[in-house]
């Protein structure tokens, strides 16, 4: 059988990688002797799959892994005996059984949320907002993506879903849901530095937390774990 | 559970001003879980309700630090104790230290993020030479005074172990304590000592007098070092009475009731040894003669197998690990390894969990070993063969022939191993350049053997610069100086050309300065102040390693590396730790020394005849085979 579970990342635990993280998850799992599948191989591994991760630094209350267990046990079960094995930072918000043959949650993820927090010292409320409406009436909105070995511009305009800015003297919260996964990926902090960069100002990002990770289709917006609608409303994933 | 153990999985609070200040300055640095805690299973207790507080502090960045075995025996020795306390910290690496600097905060535990000078004790472990201007960056980060005579009532006792503190004397005026041997039973005695001592009062030096007199701990403080014209130690004494002339290190009798790290502390990141460690047993009775380890960590003393069994499947239900390395100087000497390995694949093997071995023996037992824990053999083997022709590695006492290593590549071979790596090291006693040309021969001819199936893919050679080390039959020896090293490695180097072949080689100006922290006395004390405020730091990481700074620092204080390092020392000389007991007696070394140069090889006392090196009779050990029991 195979279970999808929801888990926070916060406090301490936001300062591991996805991948230390995934590795604290696996050995939860190993001591809580819950039943997992392993992979077959010179270092079998307990067969979890995450789906996509958060950039170090950030929390979150959307991490999502599917467990595959080679024995049925009660969802609720698996949810306590986990939960009793997992490090400090990392909790179990929800778990449900999915069907085997569901799609990975890195093939159905498109859109993630987040709930920026950010300094831009010595600006007005008001100038802040204004200037966040005009950057995102843009068309396009160039950035210059760098990895080792290349450069390439990216218009992160059209994976800009939704955003909502909170803004106050000196800073402002901001609620933006973007795209993500294969068909697109834009990180919150790569769409605040095209902010200031528009407007020649210093900003400093405070926290990064990731509300949700969605399955989003024409408009609508699917939780990976309750396979319902979801109206498309950022905060409306639970 | 433990009197005032705050659970494993208690949430981490915002625990006082430094941990607000770090939520700040974590996001900046590279890899901030080395700096968090948090773990599971790490030991967080209230400071308020107990009585000794004491830090383990390991010179060297977590990732090192957090793979070390022995600090892991003593975090669970001293947090079991009600009455006392022991947290972790780690050297920062660079960016960190910059940090903490920048915003005037002080090295603090990971548990409790407490500041360092707040405990009662600081315990430095000493695992390698190159980690000393660590020590003293940690404790000046602490805002602790380096020398130890220059600190205050209120400031922690600073103390050493390790292998290094047989001869800690190159540090040992920055030190109040150090412990020789095996450290289980004498911190505890420690610990009892300062807890009295805080109860009913009395100053820093009665109690540095009072810990002299535990047998196996030796107070740098309370011996005074003469030296003659030529530079050498005239004498080393105690300077007052109560005050052990040589001290003499400590040993567990039985390992079966020894303490084990039963709940070691996982970490998030991926350490150098991330996986479960069961240790078989202790010392290694082999005899190589450049071994430091093989001869201060002696006796041999096993576990029952029934004992790891059961230890290996605690260690497993508790941290959760993929993996479990059977972890001792030669792991397959171990007397019943065969029957250990087969009762853990079987216990564990279904659950997705493997069994590793650290090093292997050049031999067929050792491949058939590791044929069975390694199912599918993706990974190189390695073997080290240490010495290039059969008259060095017999100076060297490395019992192994060209025969039995060639022998063993072949089983791997067959067994489906197709990548190889072999261990040499180069400028050891009475070496030439035969003796050289023999390590590319040998690599040669494995890369030349030719499977049923496939091919050798890669030979790798690693050639280290041979180290003298105190303690040895070759601590009379001087190192091969710096320019010829290097011209004995170019030789190598340039006969390991081929496309199957790799060769790898250290740095020959850290090992002139391992040399001399390894062998030297305390006038190498303000050297290492010396390097430390000229920026030295780090010195075991080849990019942070400046050898020009070290330079100026002999310089600005006045000392010849090349006498430490190059000079033999002739055999009547007094040796600046001489008055620091391993149990093998000096005799013995030099009769090893003898029969090195003659080329005489010595047997393994745990198999054949004893070698009469002295340590069971000292420590009063009993003298028996492997496998037989009390």
New interface residues.
């Given amino acids: 059988m195979k279970i999808r579970v929801r888990l926070a990342k916060e406090r301490v635990a936001r300062f591991i990688s996805h991948l230390d993280f995934a590795g604290a998850v696996e050995k939860a799992v190993r001591r809580a002797a819950l039943p997992v599948a392993y992979s077959e191989g010179f270092t079998p591994r307990p067969k979890i799959a995450f789906g996509s991760a958060l950039a170090l630094g950030g929390t979150s209350e959307a991490e999502f892994a599917d467990f595959e267990l080679r024995e049925l046990l009660p969802v609720a079960e698996f949810k306590t005996r986990l939960e009793a094995q997992l490090p400090a930072g990392i909790k179990v918000l929800a778990a449900r059984e999915v069907s085997k043959n569901a799609p990975s949650l890195m093939a159905q993820i498109n859109a993630a949320s987040y709930q920026v927090e950010a300094q831009l010292t010595g600006r007005q409320e008001k100038e802040i907002q204004t200037a966040w409406e005009e950057f995102l009436e843009q068309g396009s909105i160039i950035i210059v993506k760098e990895t080792k070995s290349k450069r390439r511009d990216l218009d992160i305009r059209p994976l800009i879903l939704q955003a909502r800015l909170r803004a106050r003297d000196a800073g402002g919260t901001w609620d933006l849901l973007l795209r993500a996964g294969s068909t697109g990926n834009v990180r919150p902090e790569e769409v605040l530095q095209a902010f200031w960069n528009a407007n020649n100002w210093h900003g400093f990002i405070e926290t990064i937390h990731r509300t949700g990770l969605y399955i989003e289709s024409r408009g609508n917006l699917l939780s990976p774990l309750v396979e319902f609608k979801v109206r498309g409303e950022v905060e409306g994933n639970r | 559970m433990l009197n005032g153990l705050v659970g494993?999985?208690?949430?981490?609070e915002d625990l006082n001003e430094l941990s607000k200040s770090l939520e700040r300055i974590?996001?900046r640095v590279e890899k901030?879980?080395r700096y968090?805690?948090?773990?599971?299973n790490e030991v967080r207790k209230n400071h308020a309700e107990i009585p000794v507080k004491m830090v383990l502090a390991f010179p060297d960045i977590y990732e090192v630090g957090m793979s070390h075995l022995g600090s892991k025996i003593l975090y669970q020795v001293v947090n079991t104790r009600p009455d006392a306390l022991m947290e972790r910290v780690f050297a920062p690496w660079v960016d960190m230290e910059k940090e903490l600097r920048a915003n005037g905060l002080p090295l603090y535990s990971l548990e409790t993020r407490t500041s360092l000078k707040e405990f009662d004790l600081i315990g430095f472990t000493l695992q390698y030479e190159m980690t000393y201007t660590n020590i003293l960056n940690m404790l000046d980060l602490a805002g602790i005074p380096l020398w130890a005579k220059e600190r205050a009532e209120t400031d922690p006792l600073v103390v050493a172990g390790g292998p290094c503190a047989f001869n800690p004397e190159p540090i040992a005026p920055f030190l109040d304590l150090v412990v020789l041997g095996e450290g289980e039973e004498v911190l505890g005695e420690i610990l009892d000592l300062v807890r009295d001592f805080k109860e009913r009062g009395g100053s820093r030096q009665e109690l540095l007098q009072a810990a002299a007199a535990i047998p196996g701990v030796y107070v740098p403080q309370f011996y005074t070092v003469e030296y003659l014209d030529t530079g050498a130690v005239a004498a080393v004494r105690p300077d007052r009475t109560g005050i052990p002339a040589r001290v003499q290190k400590r040993v567990l009798k039985d390992l079966n009731q020894a303490t084990f790290p039963q709940r070691p502390v996982?970490p998030?990141?991926?350490v150098v040894h991330d996986r479960a460690m069961l240790e078989l047993f202790r010392g290694c009775a082999r005899g190589c003669r450049f071994c430091q380890a093989g001869m201060i960590y002696r006796p041999v003393r096993e576990k029952d197998t029934a004992t790891l069994v059961e230890q290996a499947r605690r260690l497993?239900?508790?941290?959760?690990?993929?993996?479990i390395s059977l972890t001792s100087l030669s792991s397959l000497d171990y007397s019943r390894i065969e029957e250990l390995i087969d009762a853990l694949i079987k216990e564990h093997g279904t659950?997705?969990v493997?069994v590793s071995l650290p090093s292997l023996r050049a031999d067929s037992f050792a491949v058939e070993q590791a044929k069975k824990i390694?199912?599918?053999?993706?990974?190189s083997i390695t073997f080290a063969p240490e010495a290039g022709s059969q008259r060095l590695r017999d100076v060297i006492n490395k019992n192994v022939t060209e025969e039995d290593l060639l022998r063993a590549v072949i089983q791997a071979v067959e067994a489906g191993w197709r990548s190889f790596k072999l261990y040499f090291m180069v400028g050891l006693p009475t070496e030439t350049d035969d003796d050289l040309l023999g390590i590319a021969e040998l690599a040669r001819r494995v890369a030349n053997i030719k499977p049923n199936r496939g091919s050798i893919t890669r030979v790798t050679v690693s050639t280290s610069n041979f180290v003298p080390k105190p303690h040895t039959p070759f601590q009379w020896e001087g190192q091969v100086d710096s320019e010829e090293l290097k011209r004995r490695q170019l030789l190598v180097h340039g006969q390991l050309k081929g496309k199957r072949l790799e060769h790898r080689w250290h740095g020959t100006e850290q090992s002139l300065l391992e040399a001399v922290m390894s062998k030297g006395d305390r006038r190498i004390a303000p050297v290492i102040e010396r390097a430390w405020r000229l920026g030295c730091r780090l010195d075991g990481w080849s990019e942070h390693f400046r050898f020009d700074l070290w330079q100026q620092a002999f310089q600005d204080i006045g000392v010849d590396p090349a006498f430490y390092a190059n000079r033999t020392i002739p055999e009547d000389e007094i040796l600046p730790w001489d008055h620091l007991d391993p149990g093998v007696t000096k005799d013995f070394l030099l009769s090893e020394r003898m029969r090195a140069l003659s080329g005489a090889s010595t047997p393994d006392c745990s198999q054949e005849r004893c070698s009469g090196c002295g340590v069971c009779p000292a420590l009063d050990i009993p003298i028996r085979r492997r496998g037989e029991t009390k």
Avoid: I, Q
Avoid at chain 2, 8 to 12: A, I, R, V
Avoid at chain 2, 36 to 40: A, D, K, M, N, V
Avoid at chain 2, 374 to 379: A, L, T
């Fill in positions: 494993p999985n208690k949430e981490m974590l996001p901030p879980a968090t805690g948090g773990e599971w996982v998030f990141l991926d497993l239900e508790n941290t959760g690990y993929g993996e659950e997705g493997r390694h199912e599918v053999r993706r990974s």
